[in-house]
């Protein structure tokens, strides 16, 4: 069974702090995604993956950054974290950029 | 600017009648157009799609439709389950250099018993 693993379904942050959200698919894809959901916004594409090393803007790339240094792992940092970033925040890859596969989450609180 | 949009932030429905969820986009050069399936405390999951050069899509108990003069498509269950109470992201796929995925905002269905 195809899998995409978020490494915390839970995270609890203080403002500033520098936070890291690992995520990882067993797939073999090339293509890797983060989103974030919030309520009346639906998901909203932060960066996206594409091949190893490289990275793209989504929508709302500010006041965060990504890293792939491996094919399976896409990780997503938030350099300062703020109170405008608590959110929902979603994994998924794809293979043929039409189809993802959708970690189960994680939910970021920042006080 | 929110080039995929769902109107409908909820919708109730009885068991056994028809769910018909609606989506209006505003981008033509969209080539495919998909409907993702999200209960709480997961991610989403691909629930059917549908090429633009298509007009129907059919599997099993949920059908999609492609009109693309008036830029909408909507998604229907017949019949409605219990068990389809989730919510219902529309998505498109922008055809051009980056093939990404648009999402809605999303529909809540409730299916009552």
């Known amino acids: 069974d195809v899998k995409v693993t978020q490494s915390s379904r839970y995270l609890v942050k203080r403002t500033g702090e520098k936070v890291f959200l690992e995520c990882v698919q067993d797939m073999d894809h090339e293509n890797m995604f983060w989103y974030r959901q919030d309520p009346g916004l639906g998901l909203r594409l932060i960066y996206f993956s594409y091949d190893v090393k490289m990275k793209e803007k989504g929508d709302i790339p500010e006041g965060y950054s990504v890293s792939r240094e491996k094919k399976e792992r896409f990780s997503l940092i938030l350099e300062s974290a703020s109170t405008n970033q608590t959110s929902m925040y979603l994994c998924a890859s794809s293979r043929d950029r039409l189809i993802y596969t959708f970690g189960s989450g994680t939910r970021l609180t920042v006080v | 600017d929110q080039q995929v949009k769902q109107n409908s932030p909820s919708l109730s429905v009885q068991e056994g009648r028809i769910s018909i969820l609606n989506c209006d986009y505003t981008?033509?050069?969209?080539?495919?157009f998909l409907w993702y399936k999200k209960y709480p405390a997961e991610g989403p999951t691909f629930l059917i799609s549908?090429?633009?050069?298509?007009d129907k899509n059919e599997d099993g108990r949920f059908t999609v439709f492609l009109n693309k003069s008036a830029k909408h498509l909507s998604l229907h269950i017949v019949p409605s389950q219990p068990g389809d109470s989730a919510v219902y992201f529309c998505?498109?796929?922008?055809?051009?250099?980056?093939?990404?995925?648009?999402f809605g905002t999303g529909t809540l269905l409730a299916v009552q018993p």
């Open positions: 981008n033509s050069m969209f080539d495919y």
């Open positions: 998505a498109a796929k922008d055809g051009g250099a980056t093939n990404k995925l648009i």
């Open positions: 549908i090429s633009s050069i298509k």
